[in-house]
C-alpha cells in the first residue's frame, strides 16, 4: 500500500468513515476510465482539479462530478482571487499527491477546497 493510500485512509477513519478506497492503477487516468474500473457511474467519481491562486500562491482544490468541468472563471470568483494552471511541483509540495492523482482528503497541508453540488 503506497504512502499515499494510507494518508487517505487515515484522513478517512479520522472523519469517522469505515471506507475503503479503491486503489486503481495507471490505466485509469480519465474519470470515465476510473468510473468503468470501478463499475459505477461517471458522475459518482469524485475529481479534484487543482489550480495555483495567482496571488496567494497557494493550491486550490476543486470536487466536481466525474462528468462535470470547472469553469476557470466562475472558479476564480468563487476563490476569490485570479486562478492559473497549477504545476507538478506545487501539486506535489502542497497534496502530497502526484499530479493527475490528487485525491479529496489526506493532502500534506490544510488545503482550500470548494466543492461542486
Sequence with gaps: MSKSL???MAALSDAGLDIMPLELGPETRTAQQAADAAGCAL???AKSVIFAG???G???LFITAGGNRVDPAKA???AG???G???AALI???TGFAIGGVAPVGHLTPITAFFDP
Excluded: G, W, Y
Design 6 to 8: 494510507k494518508r487517505v
Design 76 to 78: 476564480s470568483a468563487v
Design 92 to 94: 506535489r509540495a502542497q
Design 81 to 83: 482571487e485570479p486562478l
Design 43 to 45: 458522475d459518482q467519481i
Design 54 to 56: 495567482q496571488t496567494s
Design 58 to 60: 497557494r493550491a486550490i
Design 85 to 87: 494552471k497549477a504545476d
